[in-house]
């Protein structure tokens, strides 16, 4: 019955990963015209930000956080918060940085720009750790054990004591 109930979630979640990654993929394409440079970047940035919404609502709804013991639930996934926050900070700066070097001109050659190509790498580098962790996230989130009281919960209770 749990599992009915996350599977649209975990394709929704799903479904946002894999436009983050259309968009790490095909964005240069859009290069020729800078108002559908900015707004692709900031679709990418949007569905990151719902990407995030979406596991915060699914740590809202489970029975370890309705029980009050947040600190496992952050303690358990923190690897996967702090990945895409520094992931959501590199897509920023870099989408900023180079609107901000082809605004003039949109076919301007930008990877000779000392500094960018590094971050440009890195940001890329950054997008295969919050892949690989946002959809361990989803997955996780989708056992059962989360959404009810069982031994273990009670046994991490016991050790916050």
């Known amino acids: 019955m749990l599992v009915e109930r996350y599977r649209p979630i975990l394709y929704l979640q799903y479904f946002l990963l894999l436009i983050d990654l259309f968009m790490n993929s095909f964005i ?3 290069r020729f015209e800078n108002v559908i440079l900015l707004v692709m970047f900031v679709v990418q940035d949007v569905c990151i930000i719902f990407a995030v919404i ?4 699914l740590f809202f709804n489970t029975y370890i956080f309705q029980a009050g013991l947040v600190n496992i639930l952050i303690n358990k996934f923190k690897m996967v918060i702090g990945v895409t926050f520094i992931y959501f900070g ?3 700066g870099l989408h900023v940085w180079e609107m901000s070097l082809r605004w ?3 076919n301007i050659y ?4 000392p500094g960018f190509l590094p971050i440009f790498v890195i940001q890329r580098a950054g997008a295969v750790l919050y892949y690989y962790f946002y959809k361990r996230t989803a997955l996780k989130l989708g056992d059962p054990r989360f959404y009810q009281d069982s031994a273990w919960i009670r046994k991490e209770f016991e050790k916050r004591r």
């Open 54 to 57: 979406v596991v915060f609502l």
């Open 104 to 106: 003039k001109s949109p």
């Open 110 to 113: 930008v990877w000779d720009t």
């Open 28 to 30: 240069e394409l859009m």
């Open 90 to 92: 590199l897509n920023v």
